[in-house]
Every structure is written in C-alpha cells, then in structure tokens.
C-alpha cells in the first residue's frame, strides 16, 4: 500500500490547472472580463428599472409590465437581423455596436434620471434601444468564442462564460439592493451603463475579422440559413424541445412560484432563495463541466434538461420550501451543463458562415413562445389550479427528453 501525502495537493493544482488552461489565450481573457462586467450590470438592471418605474408618475405594475414587454419584443424582433450581420460583418463589430448601442441607452435614462426630465414614454423607447442591442449582441456570442479559442477549449469557454452567468444572476439582484438602499435605483441604471461601457473597451481590444460571406439579399440570406437550420435534425429538434419547456414548464413556474411562495412557503424571501440556489446549482454545474468533452455531448446536453422539471415537481407536490430550495440545486447544474454542451456542440458541427444566423434562429424557437406562457400560466392556472398545471409541465418535460433521447440524430450524435 502506498501513502499519498504531499502528491496530492500538487495534484490537486494540476487538476485545477488544467481546468482553468482556456484562460492562457489572452484575447479570452479580455473578452470574459468584459463579458461578465456586461452581465452583472444586466443582472442589476431588471430590478433598477422595475423601481425606477414603479416610483415615476403615471408608473405602476403595469407600467413596469410595458417596459419589460418593449424590450423583449425589441429583442425577438432583432435577432434574426443581428444574425445575418454577424455572419456579413464580423460578429466582433456587431456585438460592438449593439454595446454601444446598450451603454447609450442606459446612459441616456441616467441622465434623465439624475436631472428628474424622465418619463414613462422615454422609458419605453430606451428599453427598445436596449432590446435592439441586446438582439443584436446575442447571436454573434455563439459566432465569436470559436475565434478565440482553439476547438479543443470550447467547452471550457462556454462552461466559463455560463459560471459568469450564474454569477451574475445571483450577485446582481443582490447588488441592485444594496445600491438602491444606499443611494437610489437611479444609480443601478448608470452602474448598468458603465457595465455595458467595459464590454464595448474588452470588444474594441480584439482584432477585427473580416467575413468571407458574400452578401446577398436579406431574405437570400436568412433563407439559407433557415435551410441549413432545418437540414439538421438535431438541431431543430433540439431547439423545438427548449422552445415548448419554457411555453409549457418554465414560464408557468416563473409565474406562479411567486404566488405559491406568498401563499405558503414565506414569501418573497422564500422565493428569492429558491433563485438563488437555482444560480449557485449553475454555477456548480458549469465548474463541474471545466475540463471535460464528452463524446456524445448532445445527449448529455439533452438528459440535463431534465433537471429543470425538479424544482415545479417540488411545488405541485406542495413540499415545504426547503426541498423546494434545494430541488433548484440540480435544475441550476443541469442548466448549466445543457447549455454549456448544446453552445460547444452548436460551434463545432456549424460552418463559421452561418453560426450567427443558426444562433439566432436558435435563440428564437427556444425564446419566441415565452412571453405567451408568462401571458397564459395565471388564466388557465385558474382553471386548472397551479398545482395541476405545473404537474403537466413536470409531466411533459420528462416525456419530451425521453422522445428526444429516443431519436437516434440526437442519441448517436457524437459517437464514435
């Protein structure tokens, strides 16, 4: 029997060495600073303008509901468009204009804050200039990691950029808090501007890429990527399973969580944890991806997805707020690892030509029927009972992975 004494901690450092090699490549490394810097300010955002709103003359609920929906329907309503430039131009100089794009809108509101000039109005035609930059940014990311770093490291670029995400998700609600305790929620808007600032310096730091795609028409252009979308069964398939989660699962929990929280599990305290928890499993999840590329990562990615259906099956079954708490940790990690293998698997198997309009058509079946289960979950909980109807959604997920692990495109994809 052999001991193993001071080999293990120099192991140890190996390992997490080793786990962390993406970071040498120093055009990453600034584009991961700036990266983040941009999410935590989007982190912060959604609660300094939903208190910005909601103090203003004339705001209200419903208010803040026109401000969110304006620049999600900015959003969808770009990416498509953000796809195309991204392959014609370089997904470095779009994602650069759309930050520039994000800084000025944000910029602009804290002005208007700080000098008591805004209004409800210009409130919702800035969330539109930020909904436009942020569908234009979106699909030049999947387009853009590829340049950075060689294949070999994709999956720790991705695992890195999704722990940024988780990150930011629960520091900066957090962070918003506290800057609005101690000044106000106008302060939260200029922080979120300066964010989106240090992503336009770490973007404006790389080199620029010129694109060999030869331009067409708009709609030429978005054809084919459309057929190169729908050529591979995977993908769409993969893309429809995302897209009907979060219309049959996903929105109505993030609906009527909330409302089961403050009926019987403490509130928004209560509520806040069962999030936080969900960004920490991320977190977990992207740090337990670093280092590792499965063969068939597609299924892996797939069977992850899985986890979302754990947190709802904890509140249809009316658990107490603990296990409905720490039913968030595995959906979080399967968040994480799904995403992270379904991006590198997206960046492998798609020509650099089309990334960005495949990323975009991707962003849109996976996103396009949420605002509907958000619109819907309260009238046919209503009917049903939130119970009943987040039961069907736990119900539904776990058959669809089943089908599409059954398909042999996704089963087999990877294999050698």
């Known amino acids: 029997m052999t001991l193993?004494?001071?080999?293990?901690?120099?192991?140890?450092?190996?390992?997490v060495a080793r786990r962390l090699h993406v970071l040498r490549h120093s055009r990453f490394r600034r584009f991961l600073v700036g990266q983040s810097t941009s999410l935590l300010g989007s982190g912060m955002n959604t609660i300094g303008t939903t208190f910005v709103v909601l103090r203003m003359p004339g705001g209200?609920?419903?208010?803040?509901?026109?401000?969110?929906a304006a620049r999600i329907l900015a959003i969808l309503v770009v990416l498509l468009l953000g796809g195309v430039f991204a392959d014609r131009l370089g997904a470095r100089s779009v994602m650069l204009t759309a930050d520039l794009l994000r800084t000025a809108a944000q910029g602009v509101l804290a002005v208007l804050l700080f000098t008591e000039g805004a209004r409800i109005w210009e409130v919702v035609a800035l969330a539109v200039v930020l909904g436009i930059g942020e569908?234009?940014?979106s699909p030049g990311l999947t387009a853009l990691v590829p340049g950075l770093v060689p294949a070999e490291d994709l999956t720790d670029a991705n695992s890195l950029l999704q722990i940024a995400q988780a990150i930011a998700s629960v520091v900066g609600p957090g962070l918003a808090g506290v800057l609005i305790a101690v000044s106000d929620a106008d302060t939260v808007i200029a922080a979120d501007a300066v964010s989106y600032g240090v992503s336009v310096l770490a973007l404006a730091g790389l080199p620029l890429s010129r694109s060999a795609v030869p331009r067409r028409g708009l709609f030429t252009d978005l054809g084919r990527g459309w057929k190169e979308f729908t050529s591979r069964t995977w993908l769409w398939v993969t893309t429809l399973h995302v897209g009907l989660f979060n219309f049959v699962l996903w929105a109505p929990f993030l609906v009527l969580g909330p409302t089961l929280a403050q009926q019987r599990l403490g509130g928004a305290r209560a509520w806040g944890l069962v999030l936080a928890v969900y960004g920490i499993g991320s977190i977990v999840g992207g740090l337990a991806m670093l280092g590792r590329n499965p063969r068939r990562?597609?299924?892996?990615?797939?069977?992850?997805?899985v986890g979302w259906a754990i947190p709802a099956a904890a509140l249809a079954a009316r658990?107490?707020?603990?296990?409905?708490?720490?039913?968030?940790?595995?959906?979080?990690?399967?968040?994480?690892?799904?995403?992270?293998?379904?991006?590198?698997?997206?960046?492998?198997?798609?020509?650099?030509?089309v990334r960005g309009r495949i990323s975009a058509f991707d962003s849109l079946g996976a996103f396009a029927l949420g605002p509907l289960g958000l619109a819907l979950a309260g009238?046919?909980?209503?009917?049903?009972?939130?119970?009943?109807?987040?039961?069907?959604?736990?119900?539904?997920q776990v058959t669809a992975v089943g089908?599409?692990?059954?398909?042999?495109?996704?089963?087999?994809h990877g294999a050698p």
């Open 4 to 15: 193993r004494t001071s080999s293990s901690p120099v192991a140890g450092s190996r390992t």
């Open 60 to 68: 209200g609920v419903d208010a803040v509901g026109v401000v969110m």
């Open 135 to 137: 569908g234009g940014f």
């Open 297 to 305: 990562a597609l299924a892996w990615s797939m069977g992850a997805s």
């Open 319 to 353: 658990l107490p707020q603990a296990w409905v708490a720490a039913a968030a940790l595995p959906a979080g990690a399967g968040a994480a690892v799904c995403n992270t293998l379904f991006t590198t698997v997206t960046q492998r198997e798609i020509p650099a030509e």
């Open 379 to 396: 009238p046919v909980s209503g009917v049903l009972g939130a119970e009943r109807l987040l039961g069907f959604g736990v119900v539904w």
């Open 403 to 412: 089908v599409v692990l059954a398909l042999p495109s996704v089963r087999r």
